[in-house]
Nanobody, 129 residues
Framework: QVHVVESGGGLAQPGESLRLSCVVSGSTISSCLMGWFRQAPGMEREKFVAIDRYRTASYGDSVKGRFSISTDNDKNTAYLQMNSLKPEDTAMYYC???????????????????????WGQGTQVTVSS
């Protein structure tokens, strides 16, 4: 059974950076589709980044150029590097995985939540001065 656990959230000031981690257990991350979602209070869950098994990444317009997703096969971990943080980035951030996956993000496709089979508990990110 696949599990994912997020960490790295916290409080940051506008313009600062944070890095979130998502450790995968029960599968090899190299075979997984990995994604991050976020949900602010009173808002719908937002898909904004994903990376497929071929290590092609897709980004939503709200984070393009500021956020970057990567994976480390040795640590079986996905990372979300968040730079130039804005107050509107404040949300609960969730890591999601689908393992194994044949999804192909070539062309900029960003998978929806129903395309993931495993979810973490979330980590809070607050951006405020």
């Amino acid at each position: 059974q696949v599990h994912v656990v997020e960490s790295g959230g916290g409080l940051a000031q506008p313009g600062e950076s944070l890095r979130l981690s998502c450790v995968v257990s029960g599968s090899t991350i190299s075979s997984c589709l990995m994604g991050w979602f976020r949900q602010a209070p009173g808002m719908e869950r937002e898909k904004f980044v994903a990376i497929d098994r071929y290590r092609t990444a897709s980004y939503g317009d709200s984070v393009k150029g500021r956020f970057s997703i990567s994976t480390d096969n040795d640590k079986n971990t996905a990372y979300l590097q968040m730079n130039s943080l804005k107050p509107e980035d404040t949300a609960m951030y969730y890591c999601a995985a689908d393992c194994p996956s044949t999804a192909d993000l070539w062309g900029g496709y960003l998978p929806s939540d129903f395309e993931y089979t495993t979810w973490g508990q979330g980590t809070q990110v607050t951006v405020s001065s």
